[in-house]
């Protein structure tokens, strides 16, 4: 029987090959099932066991070349639950006080960070230290020069520094970016990327300028950020932004409601982005070249994402995010994989930098430019 796990292990094992992939239509069934895995596994452990953390946990049950073995809370009672719930032994099992302790032990390969954003620096310097791989959530930093300091204590320890970009390995997504880079659209000249929504309750992290680092764009409109450069498949040159605030008691100084921006890129291809604390139904990326287009729509939420280009429906199943990107970050960090779209930490300081550049802008009302 053809399984969904089967069909992962074949995504993954294929290495996401983007012309074997392109074969991966809804015809799924015709593929035999995958050989059995026997390579090497990555052993990883979740600090910050929260919703996001607890979703990676729940997708990695249907990992063959990861596998969950450890954790870090400063929750007691949230390691025992995952000791239970996924079958943690407790001697991987840490808090902020002894997470450093991790250097002495030979089961964990590496640590992921999934808490609120302004810990993902001095956690992964600490993760670095212990000589483990470190995965970052997004952003992987509230700034650039924070970013940067993490990619340099990667670096400095030996160790690799990978970020959540789960969209770098979803089908339909590379199957676009595919499209574009064999120049089946011709000369890109726009992308539109639209990504938000309407934010609960005021007293969360999300809209804490000390944990969250600002507002909606850390959070949400780095989706239309990366994704400009991805589906455009260059760097921007420049970039203009406006703020607009309606609700100044929840959105405290330093904390985004809504901001659109623009980019510019050097082959005069241009972006126009929305991203937003206030508004729902926003989840749609539009890319038009010369010659065809693609429209996603939804277009980064946790799927299925759906999408249609100038040939058509796009026909690919649907993947656990999660379950993906982990086998894929197993692949890259133990068989030293190239993805498609990197998803290493000097990846994550292009998008720092450029929300940066976007702060600077609606502070200037200027085009700031871009050297990334
Ligand atoms: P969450 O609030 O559900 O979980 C955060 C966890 O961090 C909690 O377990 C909390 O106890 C812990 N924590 C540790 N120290 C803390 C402190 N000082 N203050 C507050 N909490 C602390 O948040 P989440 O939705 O799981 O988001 C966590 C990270 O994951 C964020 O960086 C977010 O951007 C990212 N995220 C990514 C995706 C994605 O699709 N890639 C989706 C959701 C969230």
């Not at 640590?111 to 791989?133: D, E, M």
């Not at 921006?261 to 050097?266: R, V």
């Amino acid at each position: 029987m053809n399984t969904r796990r089967d069909f992962l292990h074949k995504l993954t094992a294929s290495a996401i090959a983007l012309p074997v992939l392109s074969a991966f239509n809804s015809q799924e069934k015709k593929y035999a099932p995958a050989k059995k895995y026997d390579g090497p596994v990555l052993r990883v452990a979740i600090c910050g066991l929260g919703s996001y953390g607890t979703r990676v946990a729940d997708a990695m049950r249907d990992c063959k070349q990861a596998k969950l073995v450890g954790a870090v809370s400063g929750t007691p009672s949230k390691l025992t639950d995952w000791q239970s719930k996924y079958g943690i032994p407790a001697k991987n099992c840490y808090n902020y006080e002894t997470l450093d302790e991790i250097k002495n032990n030979p089961d964990i390969d590496a640590v992921y960070v999934t808490t609120p954003n302004s810990l993902h620096k001095p956690l992964i310097l600490r993760v670095a230290k212990t000589g483990k791989h470190a995965i970052s959530e997004k952003p992987m930093a509230v700034n650039a020069k924070d970013a940067q300091d993490m990619v340099d204590a990667c670096k400095k320890a030996g160790v690799k520094l990978l970020v959540g970009y789960r969209m770098h390995f979803e089908p339909k997504t590379l199957e676009v970016i595919r499209m574009r880079k064999a120049g089946e659209m011709g000369k890109i000249l726009f992308f539109q990327g639209l990504t938000g929504f309407r934010i609960g309750d005021p007293t969360q992290w999300r809209l804490n300028k000390q944990l969250a680092g600002g507002g909606s764009m850390m959070d949400i409109g780095i989706y239309a950020i990366n994704g400009a450069r991805y589906m455009v498949g260059e760097d921007p040159i420049w970039v203009t932004a406006q703020e607009t605030k309606t609700d100044h008691e929840k959105f405290k100084e330093g904390v985004d409601e809504t901001i659109t921006f623009q980019f510019g890129f050097p082959s005069g291809a241009q972006a126009s982005c929305l991203s937003s604390y206030n508004m729902n139904n926003l989840d749609k990326f539009f890319l038009n070249g010369e010659k065809g287009w693609a429209e996603m729509v939804p277009s980064t939420g946790y799927g299925p994402i759906k999408g249609r280009t100038n040939k058509g429906e796009l026909d690919f199943p649907h993947v656990t995010h999660q379950t993906v990107q982990m086998e894929e970050f197993s692949a890259i960090l133990l068989q030293g994989k190239q993805p498609p779209v990197p998803v290493d930490g000097e990846e994550g300081v292009k998008d720092m930098k450029i929300i940066d550049a976007i702060y600077a802008a609606v502070k200037s009302g200027k085009k700031e430019k871009l050297n990334l």
